[in-house]
Nanobody
Framework: QVQLVESGGGLVQAGGSLTLSCAAS????????IGWYRQAPGSQRELVAS???????NSADSVKDRITISRDNAKNTVYLQMNSLNPEDTAVYYC???????????????WGQGTQVTVSS
């Protein structure tokens, strides 16, 4: 099976920065796309940013100017650098990956357990 292990969450002051990491492990043939969603209390889960196997990126308009998503293909790891954080960024951040297990199997989505990001005012 595929496991996504997230790290880097925590408490940060408004205006500060932090970096989230998500490492995928298991029998992986190809990660078509990997990225981050977040869910604040009382809100729906929403895309923050994602990156495809070809390096194409996508991000929410609300964070586009403040984040950088990158990947280390050798480590099957994605990073989310977030700057100029504000209390509205407070949420549980979930790693998500679209993974093909082998060349004969269709891809499917996997979720991490989530990591809490809290931004104090």
């Amino acid at each position: 099976q595929v496991q996504l292990v997230e790290s880097g969450g925590g408490l940060v002051q408004a205006g500060g920065s932090l970096t989230l990491s998500c490492a995928a492990s298991g029998r992986i043939f190809r990660i078509n796309a990997i990225g981050w969603y977040r869910q604040a209390p009382g809100s729906q889960r929403e895309l923050v940013a994602s990156i495809t196997s070809g390096g194409n990126t996508n991000s929410a308009d609300s964070v586009k100017d403040r984040i950088t998503i990158s990947r280390d293909n050798a480590k099957n790891t994605v990073y989310l650098q977030m700057n100029s954080l504000n209390p509205e960024d407070t949420a549980v951040y979930y790693c998500n990956a679209d993974v093909q297990l082998n060349r004969f199997t269709s891809s499917r989505g996997y979720w991490g357990q989530g990591t809490q990001v809290t931004v104090s005012s």
